[in-house]
């Protein structure tokens, strides 16, 4: 099953998956639709964790990864000459394996959502793990982190997660790029998202 990316073509993913039950489902963002991706990136996000919880095949075409950060392994890359890359993608980690963008897409947008994946905009899986977690449940303990991925809202979205070392050492390093905050509490640390932070601003749970 194949779904072009768009404003409205994300909003009814549950009742396709309801009504058609596919055992893939391939995301692309073509040529033609250049104007949709900038403002369905978020839904888009939110349609591959419905994949991923419903055990569905899921990967992304056409999308660099600098729009999905932390699903780097959803994308797929398909070479195409009316694709390219602006002069500022040579500073991002993925540089040599992105396929680029659409001409066309940076031609209409003036390519001010291309921003390269390094330093604090590189998200390890077991980061993306406990950044959602927090968007979801706001500040959490760590022992609630921990108990919180093997639920069955988040145990798909873990990586290799085992105990409160591995937790803490996640949660250090977000704090390191400043997409976290710790405080120590009579409970442990609670950690909580930094809404001063560009990759959350706007998104975590008041």
Same mark, same amino acid.
């Not at 058609?20 to 040529?31: A, D, L, Q, R, S």
């Not at 392994?73 to 540089?95: D, G, H, L, M, Q």
């Not at 093997?150 to 400043?178: I, P, W, Y």
């Given at each position: 099953?194949k779904i072009?990316?768009?404003?409205n073509?994300l909003?009814?993913?549950?009742? $396709?998956?309801?009504?058609k039950?596919p ?5 692309e963002f073509?040529?033609?639709?250049y104007g949709?991706l ?10 591959i ?6 055990n569905?095949?899921v ?6 990864y600098?729009f ?9 890359e398909?070479?195409?000459s ?12 993925n ?5 680029g ?5 940076l031609?209409a947008?003036g390519?001010?959502?291309?921003? !390269?994946?390094n330093?604090?905009r ?10 959602e977690?927090?968007r979801?449940?706001g ?5 609630k982190?921990l ?9 798909d979205?873990?990586?290799?997660c085992?105990? $409160?070392?591995d937790a ?6 977000l ?6 905050k710790r405080e120590f509490? !009579?409970e442990?640390?609670t950690?909580?998202? $930094?809404k001063?932070n560009?990759?959350i ?6």
């Amino acid at each position: 099953m194949k779904i072009t990316i768009g404003k409205n073509t994300l909003q009814d993913l549950k009742k $396709s998956i309801e009504t058609k039950k596919p055992k893939e489902i391939v995301f692309e963002f073509t040529e033609k639709n250049y104007g949709g991706l900038d403002v369905a990136v978020e839904k888009l996000r939110e349609a591959i964790d419905e994949c991923i919880l419903q055990n569905i095949n899921v990967s992304v075409e056409n999308v660099p990864y600098c729009f999905l950060v932390g699903y780097k392994r959803y994308i797929r890359e398909v070479k195409n000459s009316k694709k390219t890359k602006p002069a500022k993608c040579v500073e991002c980690a993925n540089f040599r394996k992105c396929s680029g963008i659409w001409i066309e897409f940076l031609e209409a947008s003036g390519g001010k959502e291309i921003q !390269p994946v390094n330093g604090s905009r590189l998200v390890t899986d077991n980061e993306r793990c406990m950044i959602e977690i927090l968007r979801k449940k706001g500040k959490t303990t760590t022992k609630k982190i921990l108990e919180l991925k093997n639920s069955l809202e988040f145990r798909d979205l873990c990586a290799h997660c085992v105990g $409160s070392d591995d937790a803490m050492l996640t949660g250090k390093n977000l704090v390191k790029k400043g997409i976290v905050k710790r405080e120590f509490t !009579p409970e442990g640390y609670t950690w909580g998202l $930094s809404k001063e932070n560009a990759m959350i601003a706007g998104k975590e749970k008041k």
